[in-house]
């Protein structure tokens, strides 16, 4: 069984800084999907980044990238210039990809990262 | 287009009750997925549909738990007999079948049971 571990239960930085949330994970599969949400306060869980293993290419998104080490099985979320918006709990998460045979689709969680961004 | 929506939003209930938790996908997502967000136990998968079907229901608890879902689009998860330990944030996800993999969540229903 995949699991997926978040060594951080907390951190804190100051606006505009920049912070690394950490991510390792453990598969035996070759091609699979890693994501980062975020949950706010509200409860909604929001997609920041996906990364597909078959891509060497770290993915980016505006002020957030990863950096994904396949072969050390981790994958780590950068955040740039932090703004207080980015204050959330932030949860990395592992899935198979889609196959015929059914019932591989589930997203696996880690324990989450409370990050508080302060002013 | 509207994101996946949750009904309802919060839920309290006494011990032994049964409730009943809606989530409306996506408009076109034909997969949707159930997951429980608890202090102890953390995200944890419930239940997978394709269309109609249910072909990985691994994630359920207890038989007090089942979930459907009619017409390819709304689901409710129903929990019987509700003990104190169902307590829990209930998340809803849909995604696309083909194309990008990533899963949209819902808002949650928050249940407590007392």
């Known amino acids: 069984a995949q699991t997926v571990t978040q060594s951080q239960p907390e951190m804190s930085v100051q606006e505009a800084e920049t912070v690394t949330l950490s991510c390792t994970y453990d598969?035996?599969?070759?091609?699979?999907?890693l994501f980062w949400y975020k949950q706010p306060p509200s409860r909604q869980m929001i997609l920041v980044i996906r990364?597909?293993?078959?891509?060497?290419q770290n993915a980016t998104e505006n002020r957030f990238s990863v950096n994904f080490q396949k072969a050390a099985k981790s994958f780590s979320l950068k955040i740039s210039d932090s703004q207080l918006g980015d204050t959330a709990m932030y949860f990395c998460?592992?899935?198979?990809?889609?196959?015929?045979?059914?019932?591989?689709?589930?997203?696996?969680f880690g324990q989450g990262t409370r990050l508080t961004i302060n002013p | 287009g509207a994101g996946v929506s949750q009904s309802p939003s919060n839920k309290v209930t006494e011990k032994g009750k049964d409730v009943e938790l809606r989530c409306d996908p996506i408009s076109g997502h034909t997969a949707l997925y159930w997951y429980r967000q608890s202090l102890g136990q953390g995200l944890e998968f419930l239940i997978y549909?394709?269309?109609?079907?249910?072909?990985?229901k691994s994630g359920l608890p207890s038989d007090r738990f089942s979930a459907e879902r009619t017409g390819g689009s709304v689901s409710t998860l129903t929990i019987q007999r509700t003990q104190q330990e169902d307590s829990a944030v209930y998340l809803c996800?849909?995604?696309?079948?083909?194309?990008?993999?990533?899963?949209?969540f819902g808002p949650g229903t928050r249940l407590l049971v007392l």
């Open positions: 990364q597909e293993a078959y891509k060497q």
């Open positions: 998460a592992f899935m198979k990809p889609v196959r015929i045979i059914q019932g591989a689709q589930k997203l696996v």
């Open positions: 996800a849909s995604r696309r079948r083909t194309g990008k993999e990533t899963q949209y």
């Open positions: 598969t035996s599969e070759n091609n699979y999907y």
């Open positions: 549909f394709q269309g109609n079907s249910a072909p990985d």
